[in-house]
């Protein structure tokens, strides 16, 4: 089977964050990121940390 490298659509690439940018952006404690950053590396796609990421509910 052979890959037409024409039809790959680049807006199918994965986006990729860095640990501590996604947990400042998402507002995640210091011992959230550390969490992620044992699972993950330093680095992970947007939908794996999206998944992964707990934070408790903010009520009102």
């Known amino acids: ?3 037409d490298t024409k039809k790959v659509d680049e807006a199918t690439l ?9 947990a400042r952006r998402h507002r995640l404690d210091r ?3 550390e969490r992620l950053r044992k699972l993950f590396g330093d680095f992970a796609s947007s939908h794996e940390l999206l998944m992964n990421a707990q934070r408790p509910p903010r009520f009102r």
């Open 1 to 3: 089977m052979k890959i």
């Open 14 to 22: 994965r986006e990729v964050w860095a640990i501590s940018e996604f």
């Open 31 to 33: 011992l959230e990121e």
